[in-house]
């Protein structure tokens, strides 16, 4: 596609409950990243895939975050038990290599009610 | 583990007048260095970058940085701000390695603020 795009734009869900927010790089990316920025602060790293597989995941902040992406391409950032303290910016960004220009998604806005 | 402070959290500017953000980063090894902007409503572009060579870059939209190693900054200026510069801009670091490769992550600082009024 012309960039990356996330899914969906903005979700609102109740505390405890499961989200998934759904990550497509731009077509031949096989660098993607996931970063989360709360209001006022920069992104902050997640975690990063370099194909299928996940080369730093040290970024989540506890087990109930967990991130996939089972064909090199779509990845999908899953949260358990959501919490008030989740609620944030989800970004994603892709590179064509992890040495190339990361582009971003316009975001996932996660409200937790 | 790498880190970046940028000094001003809100800039205000007429048109016309002269721009510089800093950003200051901690990390002992080699570096890239990043700016990026996010205008209101859109998602974050990369403004300019430093990988190795001439530690003066230049960027889209008459923007520049310096990279002073041995301050570990990389200050981001524009001689001539305009209206449509108003915008939330972010430095970032990522982990450099040998011949121009980098690793993964990049490390934000927490952003800068600048609104140009006409």
């Known amino acids: 596609g012309a960039g990356v795009s996330q899914t969906p734009s903005n979700k609102v869900t109740e505390k405890g409950k499961y989200v998934e927010l759904r990550c497509d790089p731009i077509?031949?990316?096989?660098?993607l990243y996931w970063y989360r920025q709360s209001l006022g602060q920069g992104p902050e790293f997640l975690i990063y895939?370099?194909?299928?597989?996940?080369?730093?995941d040290s970024g989540l902040p506890n087990d109930r975050f967990f991130a996939v992406r089972p064909e090199g391409s779509v990845s999908t950032l899953k949260i358990q038990r959501t919490e008030r303290g989740d609620s944030a910016v989800y970004l994603c960004a892709s590179s064509q290599s992890p040495s190339a220009e990361a582009f971003f998604g316009q975001g996932t806005r996660l409200t937790v009610v | 583990a790498q880190s970046v402070s940028q000094h001003n959290h809100h800039v205000i500017l007429s048109e016309a007048a002269s721009l510089e953000l800093g950003c200051n980063y901690s990390y002992g090894g080699t570096v890239n260095l990043f700016w990026y902007v996010q205008y209101p409503g859109q998602h974050l572009q990369l403004l300019l970058k430093y990988f190795s060579g001439d530690p003066l870059v230049k960027g889209i939209k008459g923007f520049e940085a310096e990279f002073i190693k041995s301050k570990f900054s990389f200050n981001l200026r524009k001689p001539s701000v305009q209206w449509s510069d108003t915008a939330e801009y972010f430095c970032a670091v990522k982990a450099g390695g040998a011949g121009g490769t980098s690793y993964g992550k990049l490390t934000f600082g927490q952003g800068t603020i600048l609104t140009v009024h006409p």
């Open positions: 895939f370099q194909g299928t597989g996940a080369a730093d």
């Open positions: 077509s031949g990316h096989t660098a």
